[in-house]
Nanobody, 118 residues
Framework: QVDLVESGGGSVQAGGSLRLSCTSSGITFVGSCMAWFRQVPGKERVEVARIRNGGRVVSNSVQGRFTISQDNDKNTLYLQMNNLKPEDTAKYYC?????????????WGQGTQVTVSS
């Protein structure tokens, strides 16, 4: 019943921006820990940012460039990505865990591809 759907990915040149969206359904959005992960072929999936009740944690690799936010009225999670770099190229996934944040998540979206060219 839980559904997470990412959108907003695409191709952009270095220095450009993209805004990813994740629509959720079937979960209690408010109070849940929501996060963005990214993964490249042959590498492990890593967390980029997380948010819960306004509290945010962003990885050092994207600090100052990426901003995570959510719209409770729309049950939607966002990732604003600015000053994109080629190393940001990856498939980005939305993840959710009902309740407080932990190192693991219960639900995942299908992912959306982000490609940054130099």
């Amino acid at each position: 019943q839980v559904d997470l759907v990412e959108s907003g990915g695409g191709s952009v040149q270095a220095g450009g921006s993209l805004r990813l969206s994740c629509t959720s359904s079937g979960i209690t959005f408010v109070g849940s820990c929501m996060a963005w992960f990214r993964q490249v072929p042959g590498k492990e999936r890593v967390e980029v940012a997380r948010i819960r009740n306004g509290g945010r944690v962003v990885s050092n690799s994207v600090q100052g460039r990426f901003t995570i936010s959510q719209d409770n009225d729309k049950n939607t999670l966002y990732l604003q990505m600015n000053n994109l770099k080629p190393e940001d190229t990856a498939k980005y996934y939305c993840a959710a865990r009902e309740g407080s944040c932990r190192s693991t998540y219960s639900y995942w979206g299908q992912g959306t591809q982000v490609t940054v060219s130099s």
